[in-house]
C-alpha cells in the first residue's frame, strides 16, 4: 500500500523496490554519487489541529483526511488544521480562512452524510448572506 520510497541525506526522495532501511548506503542518480539513507517515506497522511488535540492517520489516501480536516473545520470552524504528509504540509484549512473555505465546502459537498450537507448549507448562507437561499 506504502509507496517505497526514501529521502537520502543529499535530500533528493527516490523510490526503490524493495525499499532500503535508515542508513543504508544507495546510489542517487540525481547526484551520480552514493549517498546515505535518512528518512523513510510512507506516504502516511496525518491531519494535526493547531488549536486542540485532534491529530489522526489517514493512511495514503489524500481524500479521505482532506474529509477528515474539513468535517473537524466544520464542527470547529475557528481551528487551523493542518493536512501533512510524511511531515510535509499539503495545506492548512479553516473555515474563518477565505482561502480555504471553498476547498472545505467543495470537499464536504461529496459527503453523503445528511448533517454535513445540512451543516454545510448552513454554514454557507451565514457566511455568503442571503442570496445563497435556493440551495
Ligand atoms: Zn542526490
Ligand atoms: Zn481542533
Redesign the pocket.
Known sequence: MASPRVI?????E?TFDPPPSIGDEVY??????Y?IVSQELTGMIRVNCRQCPYCRYYGTDERTANLGASKHSLRMPTHEIDIERDGKLIRTVSMMDVETLPFVVETLKTQEDRWVRALVREFVKTYQGSDASHT
Open positions: 537520502l541525506t543529499c535530500k533528493h527516490v542517487c542518480r540525481r547526484c551520480g554519487l549517498r
